[in-house]
Protein backbone atom coordinates (compact mmCIF):
# COMPACT_ATOMS: atom_id res chain seq x y z
CA UNK A 1 0.00 0.00 0.00
CA UNK A 2 1.25 3.37 -0.85
CA UNK A 3 1.49 5.90 2.33
CA UNK A 4 0.55 9.33 2.23
CA UNK A 5 3.94 10.44 2.81
CA UNK A 6 5.38 8.59 0.15
CA UNK A 7 2.86 10.34 -2.15
CA UNK A 8 3.56 13.32 -1.07
CA UNK A 9 7.36 12.48 -1.54
CA UNK A 10 7.28 11.14 -4.64
CA UNK A 11 8.83 13.64 -7.55
CA UNK A 12 5.95 15.23 -9.83
CA UNK A 13 6.14 13.62 -13.21
CA UNK A 14 8.15 15.84 -16.24
CA UNK A 15 5.87 17.99 -18.53
CA UNK A 16 5.69 16.60 -22.17
CA UNK A 17 7.33 19.31 -24.46
CA UNK A 18 5.85 19.54 -27.63
CA UNK A 19 8.25 19.82 -30.73
CA UNK A 20 8.15 23.04 -31.94
CA UNK A 21 6.83 23.58 -35.21
CA UNK A 22 9.37 24.29 -38.09
CA UNK A 23 9.42 28.15 -39.40
CA UNK A 24 8.09 28.36 -43.05
CA UNK A 25 10.01 29.42 -45.49
CA UNK A 26 10.75 33.29 -45.38
CA UNK A 27 8.62 35.09 -47.99
CA UNK A 28 6.53 31.90 -48.55
CA UNK A 29 2.68 31.10 -47.41
CA UNK A 30 1.69 27.95 -47.91
CA UNK A 31 -1.77 28.57 -47.77
CA UNK A 32 -1.91 31.14 -50.46
CA UNK A 33 -2.08 29.41 -54.19
CA UNK A 34 1.02 29.10 -55.99
CA UNK A 35 1.44 32.47 -58.51
CA UNK A 36 1.60 30.93 -61.59
CA UNK A 37 -1.82 29.73 -61.03
CA UNK A 38 -2.59 33.01 -60.95
CA UNK A 39 -0.29 35.21 -63.13
CA UNK A 40 -0.97 32.53 -65.77
CA UNK A 41 -4.38 32.52 -66.73
CA UNK A 42 -4.09 35.92 -66.20
CA UNK A 43 -1.21 36.89 -68.97
CA UNK A 44 -3.41 34.82 -71.26
CA UNK A 45 -6.27 36.93 -70.74
CA UNK A 46 -4.17 40.30 -70.72
CA UNK A 47 -2.50 38.97 -74.58
CA UNK A 48 -6.50 38.30 -75.71
CA UNK A 49 -7.28 41.58 -74.35
CA UNK A 50 -3.92 43.34 -76.15
CA UNK A 51 -3.98 41.96 -79.36
CA UNK A 52 -7.30 44.07 -80.88
CA UNK A 53 -5.57 46.97 -79.49
CA UNK A 54 -2.41 46.61 -80.97
CA UNK A 55 -4.26 45.88 -84.37
CA UNK A 56 -5.85 49.37 -83.87
CA UNK A 57 -2.31 50.77 -83.88
CA UNK A 58 -0.90 48.88 -86.57
CA UNK A 59 -3.63 50.07 -88.98
CA UNK A 60 -3.11 53.33 -87.54
CA UNK A 61 0.14 53.88 -87.54
CA UNK A 62 1.72 51.70 -90.86
CA UNK A 63 1.47 53.22 -94.47
CA UNK A 64 -1.37 52.65 -96.59
CA UNK A 65 -1.14 48.99 -98.53
CA UNK A 66 1.61 48.06 -96.15
CA UNK A 67 1.24 44.35 -95.40
CA UNK A 68 3.65 43.94 -92.11
CA UNK A 69 2.79 43.19 -88.85
CA UNK A 70 4.85 45.68 -87.20
CA UNK A 71 4.07 49.21 -87.87
CA UNK A 72 7.34 50.38 -89.47
CA UNK A 73 8.21 53.09 -91.09
CA UNK A 74 5.61 54.62 -88.55
CA UNK A 75 3.20 57.33 -90.44
CA UNK A 76 0.86 59.64 -88.93
CA UNK A 77 -0.69 60.49 -92.47
CA UNK A 78 -4.19 58.03 -91.93
CA UNK A 79 -4.57 61.00 -88.59
CA UNK A 80 -4.18 63.97 -89.83
CA UNK A 81 -6.51 62.53 -92.88
CA UNK A 82 -9.41 61.95 -90.53
CA UNK A 83 -8.48 65.13 -88.75
CA UNK A 84 -9.00 67.46 -91.81
CA UNK A 85 -10.07 65.70 -94.34
CA UNK A 86 -12.60 64.19 -92.74
CA UNK A 87 -13.92 66.68 -90.18
CA UNK A 88 -12.83 64.62 -86.77
CA UNK A 89 -11.39 67.80 -85.62
CA UNK A 90 -15.27 69.30 -85.53
CA UNK A 91 -16.51 66.11 -84.93
CA UNK A 92 -14.57 66.03 -81.28
CA UNK A 93 -15.49 69.24 -80.88
CA UNK A 94 -19.23 68.70 -80.70
CA UNK A 95 -18.23 65.33 -78.70
CA UNK A 96 -16.71 67.20 -76.22
CA UNK A 97 -19.58 69.55 -76.03
CA UNK A 98 -22.31 67.32 -75.22
CA UNK A 99 -20.01 65.03 -73.05
CA UNK A 100 -18.98 67.95 -70.68
CA UNK A 101 -22.81 69.40 -70.89
CA UNK A 102 -23.99 65.76 -70.21
CA UNK A 103 -21.93 65.49 -66.86
CA UNK A 104 -23.36 68.84 -65.58
CA UNK A 105 -26.52 69.00 -66.31
CA UNK A 106 -27.01 65.20 -65.10
CA UNK A 107 -24.58 65.69 -62.25
CA UNK A 108 -26.71 68.66 -61.04
CA UNK A 109 -30.64 67.13 -61.14
CA UNK A 110 -29.34 63.73 -59.94
CA UNK A 111 -27.61 65.45 -56.89
CA UNK A 112 -31.16 67.28 -55.95
CA UNK A 113 -33.07 64.37 -56.56
CA UNK A 114 -30.63 61.90 -54.96
CA UNK A 115 -31.17 64.59 -51.72
CA UNK A 116 -34.72 64.58 -52.15
CA UNK A 117 -34.91 60.66 -52.25
CA UNK A 118 -32.73 60.40 -49.09
CA UNK A 119 -33.59 62.85 -46.69
CA UNK A 120 -37.31 63.71 -47.48
CA UNK A 121 -40.51 60.90 -47.05
CA UNK A 122 -43.20 61.17 -49.19
CA UNK A 123 -46.47 59.32 -50.31
CA UNK A 124 -44.94 58.42 -53.56
CA UNK A 125 -41.24 58.03 -52.92
CA UNK A 126 -41.51 54.28 -53.03
CA UNK A 127 -43.30 54.04 -56.18
CA UNK A 128 -41.02 57.07 -57.79
CA UNK A 129 -38.23 54.64 -57.10
CA UNK A 130 -39.54 51.40 -58.95
CA UNK A 131 -39.99 53.83 -61.65
CA UNK A 132 -36.56 54.73 -61.60
CA UNK A 133 -35.56 51.13 -61.75
CA UNK A 134 -38.31 50.09 -64.35
CA UNK A 135 -37.19 52.85 -66.74
CA UNK A 136 -33.49 50.99 -66.55
CA UNK A 137 -35.40 48.03 -68.28
CA UNK A 138 -36.42 50.50 -71.49
CA UNK A 139 -34.39 50.75 -74.43
CA UNK A 140 -33.36 53.67 -75.87
CA UNK A 141 -34.31 52.88 -79.47
CA UNK A 142 -38.03 52.70 -77.80
CA UNK A 143 -37.37 56.82 -76.79
CA UNK A 144 -36.44 57.90 -80.12
CA UNK A 145 -39.92 58.50 -81.81
CA UNK A 146 -41.60 60.25 -78.84
CA UNK A 147 -38.19 62.48 -78.32
CA UNK A 148 -37.82 63.23 -82.12
CA UNK A 149 -41.26 64.53 -82.01
CA UNK A 150 -41.10 66.67 -79.02
CA UNK A 151 -37.84 68.19 -80.07
CA UNK A 152 -39.28 68.45 -84.20
CA UNK A 153 -42.26 70.61 -81.95
CA UNK A 154 -39.41 72.80 -80.41
CA UNK A 155 -37.60 73.29 -83.17
CA UNK A 156 -34.89 71.81 -81.84
CA UNK A 157 -33.79 69.18 -84.82
CA UNK A 158 -30.09 69.37 -85.89
CA UNK A 159 -29.02 70.69 -82.95
CA UNK A 160 -26.92 69.66 -80.20
CA UNK A 161 -29.35 70.62 -77.26
CA UNK A 162 -31.65 67.69 -78.29
CA UNK A 163 -29.03 65.19 -78.35
CA UNK A 164 -27.69 66.67 -74.25
CA UNK A 165 -30.75 66.78 -73.55
CA UNK A 166 -31.73 62.83 -74.70
CA UNK A 167 -28.20 61.79 -73.40
CA UNK A 168 -29.06 63.13 -70.14
CA UNK A 169 -32.69 61.98 -69.46
CA UNK A 170 -31.21 58.96 -70.45
CA UNK A 171 -28.66 59.02 -67.80
CA UNK A 172 -30.82 60.06 -65.12
CA UNK A 173 -32.48 57.14 -63.42
CA UNK A 174 -29.45 55.40 -62.32
CA UNK A 175 -27.52 58.98 -61.68
CA UNK A 176 -30.17 59.62 -59.27
CA UNK A 177 -30.34 55.42 -57.55
CA UNK A 178 -26.32 55.97 -56.88
CA UNK A 179 -26.60 59.46 -55.19
CA UNK A 180 -29.40 58.66 -53.46
CA UNK A 181 -27.73 55.69 -51.99
CA UNK A 182 -24.34 57.20 -51.46
CA UNK A 183 -25.84 60.56 -49.54
CA UNK A 184 -27.79 58.01 -47.24
CA UNK A 185 -24.52 56.76 -45.95
CA UNK A 186 -23.52 60.59 -44.60
CA UNK A 187 -24.99 60.62 -40.84
CA UNK A 188 -28.10 62.85 -41.01
CA UNK A 189 -26.24 63.98 -37.43
CA UNK A 190 -23.70 65.97 -39.56
CA UNK A 191 -26.54 68.08 -40.87
CA UNK A 192 -28.31 68.19 -37.64
CA UNK A 193 -24.74 69.77 -36.01
CA UNK A 194 -24.72 72.35 -38.89
CA UNK A 195 -28.47 73.80 -38.46
CA UNK A 196 -27.76 73.90 -34.65
CA UNK A 197 -24.70 76.30 -35.49
CA UNK A 198 -27.25 78.33 -37.19
CA UNK A 199 -26.60 76.83 -41.20
CA UNK A 200 -29.83 76.46 -43.15
CA UNK A 201 -30.57 73.33 -45.07
CA UNK A 202 -28.82 74.77 -48.51
CA UNK A 203 -25.54 75.93 -46.72
CA UNK A 204 -25.21 72.70 -44.75
CA UNK A 205 -25.56 70.64 -47.20
CA UNK A 206 -22.93 72.88 -49.88
CA UNK A 207 -20.65 72.86 -46.35
CA UNK A 208 -21.06 69.62 -44.76
CA UNK A 209 -22.59 66.88 -47.27
CA UNK A 210 -21.01 68.37 -50.61
CA UNK A 211 -17.37 67.73 -49.70
CA UNK A 212 -18.54 64.20 -48.70
CA UNK A 213 -20.05 63.14 -51.89
CA UNK A 214 -16.87 63.86 -54.19
CA UNK A 215 -16.32 60.19 -55.04
CA UNK A 216 -20.16 59.84 -55.75
CA UNK A 217 -20.54 62.75 -57.99
CA UNK A 218 -16.93 61.43 -60.10
CA UNK A 219 -18.72 58.27 -60.49
CA UNK A 220 -21.78 59.51 -61.48
CA UNK A 221 -20.26 62.50 -63.89
CA UNK A 222 -17.39 60.13 -65.80
CA UNK A 223 -20.01 57.88 -66.10
CA UNK A 224 -22.37 60.62 -68.19
CA UNK A 225 -19.28 61.69 -69.83
CA UNK A 226 -18.20 58.18 -71.23
CA UNK A 227 -22.04 57.56 -72.72
CA UNK A 228 -22.38 60.06 -74.07
CA UNK A 229 -19.17 60.76 -75.77
CA UNK A 230 -19.32 56.70 -77.04
CA UNK A 231 -23.27 56.87 -77.81
CA UNK A 232 -24.08 56.83 -81.44
CA UNK A 233 -28.23 56.28 -81.63
CA UNK A 234 -29.48 60.00 -80.71
CA UNK A 235 -26.53 61.77 -82.41
CA UNK A 236 -27.57 59.58 -85.66
CA UNK A 237 -31.22 60.47 -85.32
CA UNK A 238 -31.11 64.64 -84.21
CA UNK A 239 -28.41 65.72 -86.19
CA UNK A 240 -28.75 66.13 -89.97
CA UNK A 241 -26.06 68.57 -90.67
CA UNK A 242 -22.00 67.22 -90.83
CA UNK A 243 -20.97 70.27 -88.88
CA UNK A 244 -23.14 69.29 -85.67
CA UNK A 245 -22.50 65.53 -85.81
CA UNK A 246 -20.37 63.77 -83.19
CA UNK A 247 -17.44 61.27 -83.40
CA UNK A 248 -19.27 57.65 -83.15
CA UNK A 249 -21.55 59.54 -86.16
CA UNK A 250 -18.32 60.67 -87.99
CA UNK A 251 -16.70 56.90 -87.52
CA UNK A 252 -19.89 55.46 -89.29
CA UNK A 253 -18.97 58.36 -92.63
CA UNK A 254 -15.89 56.23 -92.41
CA UNK A 255 -17.48 53.05 -93.59
CA UNK A 256 -19.62 52.54 -97.00
CA UNK A 257 -21.02 49.76 -99.40
CA UNK A 258 -18.34 49.20 -100.71
CA UNK A 259 -15.30 49.42 -99.09
CA UNK A 260 -13.25 50.92 -96.08
CA UNK A 261 -10.73 52.84 -95.22
CA UNK A 262 -9.00 50.78 -92.29
CA UNK A 263 -6.72 53.31 -91.72
CA UNK A 264 -8.41 56.37 -91.32
CA UNK A 265 -11.00 53.82 -89.51
CA UNK A 266 -8.54 53.13 -86.75
CA UNK A 267 -7.07 56.30 -86.23
CA UNK A 268 -10.34 57.47 -85.67
CA UNK A 269 -10.91 54.75 -83.30
CA UNK A 270 -7.85 55.86 -81.73
CA UNK A 271 -8.80 59.83 -81.66
CA UNK A 272 -12.35 58.30 -79.67
CA UNK A 273 -10.59 56.48 -77.21
CA UNK A 274 -7.87 58.83 -76.05
CA UNK A 275 -10.37 60.95 -73.73
CA UNK A 276 -11.92 58.05 -72.31
CA UNK A 277 -8.99 56.45 -71.60
CA UNK A 278 -7.36 60.06 -70.04
CA UNK A 279 -10.60 60.14 -68.28
CA UNK A 280 -10.68 56.99 -66.45
CA UNK A 281 -6.75 56.92 -66.10
CA UNK A 282 -7.31 60.36 -63.66
CA UNK A 283 -10.78 59.02 -62.16
CA UNK A 284 -10.21 55.50 -61.00
CA UNK A 285 -9.87 55.63 -57.58
CA UNK A 286 -12.85 57.75 -56.87
CA UNK A 287 -14.57 55.83 -59.90
CA UNK A 288 -14.65 52.05 -57.91
CA UNK A 289 -15.05 53.99 -54.05
CA UNK A 290 -18.13 56.14 -55.95
CA UNK A 291 -19.68 52.80 -57.70
CA UNK A 292 -18.90 50.61 -54.29
CA UNK A 293 -20.48 53.34 -51.93
CA UNK A 294 -23.48 53.94 -54.22
CA UNK A 295 -24.44 50.72 -54.02
CA UNK A 296 -24.27 49.28 -50.57
CA UNK A 297 -27.20 50.71 -49.16
CA UNK A 298 -30.32 50.88 -50.87
Known amino acids: MIT ?3 TETAPA ?11 LKAGRNWDEVPR ?23 FALRPAGSTSLVPWPITFDHFEKVWTDRAFGTYFQNSLLVGVATLVMTTLVALAGGYALARFNFKIKQGF ?3 LLCS ?40 IILISNFIKNVPYSLE ?32 AFVHSWNHFLFALMFLNN ?34 VVI ?10 TGFSAGAVKG
Open 192 to 223: EAAWVDGCNRFTAFRIVVLPLLRPGLIAVGSF
Open 279 to 288: VFAFIQKWLI
Open 242 to 275: QSKQTIPVGLNTLMSADSVDLGALAAGGIIAAVP
Open 129 to 131: MLA
Open 36 to 58: WQVYLPLSIYLVFTLIPFYWILL
Open 13 to 23: PAPVIADPPRP
Open 136 to 175: QFVPGALLLVPLFEIFAKLQMINSLGSVIIAETVFQLPLS
Open 4 to 6: KEA
